[in-house]
């Protein structure tokens, strides 16, 4: 599977959009890019994913660039309940589903 | 409740001893994983079920690691002779195997210490 990399940290005003970018050069025309995110001392939580396309659902928005070679995911309003560490992975559809996880970016959204 | 379920939330043992984490998937999901992670790190793949059976255990680090699903749906992770360095969040994830979105949904998890 292909590996990402991420920011360690980033910050971010409540209230504003929090971007979070992530490299995946060597991605594969059959992984997607999956994004889930961490809570403080609670299990991780899927946000979204995609393939090729942009995708938004309730929670975020996914921007693949046309290469595939990275991705931003996009929180449009940030909350201080967002404060996580966001985790960006590239997964084979065939593999099980069994995900390679980096260190993530510690996110922090600030009042 | 609807969710993933792990007992203990926390578990304090002595090095060399035996410790059971128990794991309660989601009613009808029929994958079931185990990951461990550490401070700082992101979670690092242990072991695979799909149904009753074990479908990838390449992640579980040596012999001293054991997990079994003998009805498709509790899992029980078994450590023996634990060691300090077994001291992590032990978490566990089930999913819908066959729906395309690969979404998991991942207990709290049972924080192990190793004394």
């Known amino acids: 599977d292909a590996k990402t990399t991420q920011p360690t940290s980033m910050d971010c005003a409540e209230g504003r959009a929090a971007n979070l970018p992530c490299n995946h050069s060597t991605i594969s025309g059959n992984e997607y890019v999956y994004w889930y995110r961490q809570i403080h001392s609670q299990g991780p939580q899927y946000i979204i994913h995609g393939l090729k396309n942009n995708e938004t659902n309730e929670m975020a928005s996914l921007i693949i660039t046309e290469d595939r070679k990275s991705s931003t995911l996009i929180l449009p309003h940030a909350t201080l309940r967002d404060t996580a560490v966001y985790y960006c992975?590239?997964?084979?559809?065939?593999?099980?589903?069994?995900?390679?996880w980096g260190a993530g970016t510690k996110l922090i959204i600030k009042p | 409740g609807a969710g993933v379920s792990q007992t203990p939330s926390n578990k304090v043992t002595e090095k060399g001893k035996y410790v059971e984490l128990r794991c309660d998937p989601i009613s009808g999901h029929t994958a079931l994983y185990w990951y461990r992670q550490s401070l700082g790190q992101g979670p690092e793949f242990l072991i695979y079920?799909?149904?009753?059976?074990?479908?990838?255990d390449s992640g579980l680090p040596n012999d001293r690691f054991f997990a079994v699903r003998p009805e498709g749906s509790v899992s029980t992770l078994k450590i023996q002779r634990t060691e300090r360095g077994d001291s992590a969040v032990y978490l566990c994830?089930?999913?819908?195997?066959?729906?395309?979105?690969?979404?998991?949904?991942f207990g709290e998890g049972s924080r192990l210490t190793v004394l």
């Open positions: 992975i590239a997964i084979r559809m065939d593999s099980n589903y069994q995900l390679i």
């Open positions: 079920f799909q149904g009753t059976g074990a479908a990838d």
């Open positions: 994830a089930s999913s819908l195997v066959g729906r395309d979105t690969g979404e998991l949904f």
